[in-house]
């Protein structure tokens, strides 16, 4: 929900199988005034955080692993930037699941995300179901 959200559109969506979203940056974004003025670029824990609202799409499916209620955010491994996000770029975030186990409610997504065709995030996201009170 707004202002955390930060895709704009899902274009592909297989439910337990993957997800295709993107954000585009703009100067509006929130947090481009502090990061960094004479250069904004977009953060990238916030890249992260895009990028695991796209694999939580992934999960959304009860049948699949979790609902809109209690599929959380639990880590990520594996992180790496290659570039960095400017102002004018589409972030297209690819996040497909490659591990789950439905008894424990834990699951491993493989979480890319380019611009222009090339690599400029990628990591392993891990999701728990939970009661958010934990």
């Not at 209690?70 to 990520?76: A, E, L, Q, T």
């Not at 996040?95 to 834990?106: A, D, P, S, Y």
């Not at 699951?107 to 958010?132: D, H």
Request: hydrophobic share 45%.
């Amino acid at each position: 929900r707004f202002p955390f959200l930060l895709v704009d559109r899902v274009i592909e969506y297989n439910p337990g199988v993957s997800a295709v979203a993107i954000k585009n940056v703009t100067i509006n974004d929130n947090f481009f005034p502090g990061h960094f003025p004479e250069r904004p670029i977009m953060p990238g824990v916030l890249m992260v955080e895009a990028m695991a609202q796209v694999g939580r799409l992934v999960m959304l499916q009860p049948e699949v692993g979790g609902s809109r209620e209690n599929f959380f955010f639990s880590g990520i491994d594996k992180v790496r930037f290659r570039k960095p996000v400017i102002v004018g770029d589409t972030l297209v975030m690819r996040m497909t699941l490659i591990k789950l186990q439905k008894q424990f409610g834990i699951a491993k997504i493989e979480g890319k995300a380019y611009v222009g065709g090339e690599v400029v995030c990628e990591g392993e996201f891990l999701m728990a179901t939970g009661s958010g009170t934990e």
